[in-house]
């Protein structure tokens, strides 16, 4: 089976044309921002609108890292992502492996009670959630924004960590249990080793989560000492006076560095994310 | 142990208990989930139903529960055409660099959703954007479209945008079915005589029927729960003509009103759960078939 058969559902011309459109449709709004990002801010504002800046320029660049709360707000998206990608690495490989490895009689129901965790809208858990966090005085501190975002990472990567495991021949890990050895030397030397890539893609991804996620981080912040980069974003948009040109570049910093994780993950990613992402 | 053992021992072996492997996750999710639907709920009843009341009264409640329909019916249909018609085209023998052009479609998804959110603000922008610009150009428009400011317009524009950001997803899960397609039944469909369209309609389609199953359920869910990208784009406005659910409820919360809160989370809840119940079963059988 070397040629798909769905391959002669297109054919010549007709596949050129379809790719022009979807490619402009999914990558004008990219260019836009990226050559917006480099446009003087009388080149932004100019009428009739034009897509290339007549001089390129990285004044708003500039902007975004010296007179911005931008950097900062990097820092803190680094630090909760950090600490996110961590926890929910620690949570999700117990109980993932508890789901993938053994039969027990409430292992459904639990199970079935993480994955849920999906589908509970983030807003309907907004009010109470920031009580909690209000009450553990975790305000205005990346901690309480840590704390909510494993709302979000953990019902995934649970999925994604079962079926990493699940995919490790259980053999393998008799075998050491036949040498004497006992489980936890069979997870540690083999299953955690085995599937250490995978562990690496689950906690970039829960990382990424946490890097794009901005209802939670927009309430449970104050101040810029622990707004994420997200918020940070929004607050260039606000003001009365919109900077489009810096607004862009920062678009820009904040995309770069996902775009560069997700070619060097995909494979794990696509994988991952196919298996189980639902989350708005 | 030897080597009958069966693949998933069903009894302890020593080490943790199972039970205790999941709890640190299973105690979280009910921190985080279980605890405040909970309070929700007590709120309500507490307050014997007042904030329901008053959100039943709210002027243009209507108009919410409208929008929200409208947003998610728009949002997934147009993410089900295009993300179809990208995995057929990804599947065509006629392309060449294939694996690239299928990094990029992937952009609009892994993108943070607040950036999309802003790029199209100043894409949409009625006399700087980009759009407008490219319109009145190729004489599709005569003025330039106010798309986020005229009431009539502007859910349609944002919903473009969840579409933008959620037809990857279905590009990605489209394609893992159709090359899951057997080539026995595409001869059997050509030697029947039937033509591209017929193919599609009668292989494909049914084919992938699961998958179409798992990715309506998925795309729907993520629209009513969306918040990002309508209160990046407009606030929910103009004029309350792009709220939908979570905006309300965002709003309520801004305000301090914490009946309202709990009243419109209660609805969220009511009707994710209907939702939940399908992902549960569909997660269910997934269960099963892996185990």
Known sequence: ?280 | MTALTPAVPRRRTGGPHPVALMLPAALLTAVLMVIPIGSTLVRVVADRGEGLARMLDIPNFGTVMLNTLVWTLASVVGALLIGYAGAVLFQSKSLRLTGMWRSLVMVPWIIPGVVGATVWRWTLSTDYGVLNQALLDLGVIAEPVRWLSDPDVVLIAVALVQVWVTAPFVVLMVSAALAGIPEERYEAARLDGAGSWQVFWYVVLPAIRTTTGIVVLTLAIWALNSFTIIWVMTSGGPAGSSTILPILLYQAFQNGDQSLVAAVALLQVAIGGVFAFFFARTMRTDLEDQS
């Not at chain 1, 974003?233 to 862009?248: I, N, P, S, Y």
């Open chain 1, 1 to 280: 089976m070397s040629a798909r058969p769905t391959r002669r559902l297109l054919t010549g011309t007709g596949t050129w044309v379809l790719l022009a459109v979807l490619m402009t449709w999914t990558l004008a709004p990219i260019a836009v921002m990226v050559f917006t990002s480099f446009k003087a801010r009388e080149d932004v504002f100019q009428v009739p609108a034009r897509l290339l800046p007549s001089t390129w320029t990285l004044e708003n660049y500039a902007t975004v890292f010296t007179a911005s709360t931008m950097p900062q707000a990097l820092l803190n998206s680094v630090v909760v992502g950090v600490l996110v990608a961590l926890a929910t690495l620690v949570f999700c490989f117990s109980a993932g492996y508890a789901m993938a490895r053994f039969r027990f009689r409430s292992a459904r129901p639990l199970a079935l009670f993480i994955l849920l965790g999906q589908v509970v809208p983030l807003t309907v858990i907004l009010l109470p959630l920031y009580q909690m966090v209000t009450a553990a005085n975790l305000l205005d501190s990346t901690t309480g924004v840590a704390f909510a975002h494993l709302a979000i990472t953990v019902p995934l990567v649970t999925w994604m960590v079962r079926n990493q495991v699940a995919a490790i021949p259980i053999e393998l890990e008799e075998a050491v249990r036949i040498d004497g050895g006992s489980r936890f030397d069979a997870v540690s030397y083999v299953t955690l080793p085995v599937c250490a890539p995978g562990l690496v893609a689950a906690g970039m991804f829960a990382f990424l989560q946490s890097w794009h996620e901005f209802l939670f981080a927009s309430v449970l912040t104050t101040s810029s000492d622990a707004r994420t980069a997200p918020v940070t974003l929004t607050e260039f948009a606000t003001e009365f006076d919109v900077d489009w040109g810096a607004t862009m570049a920062a678009s820009v910093v904040l995309t770069v560095p996902i775009v560069i994780a997700f070619v060097a993950l995909q494979r794990y990613f696509v994988g991952g994310l196919t298996g189980g992402a639902v989350k708005g």
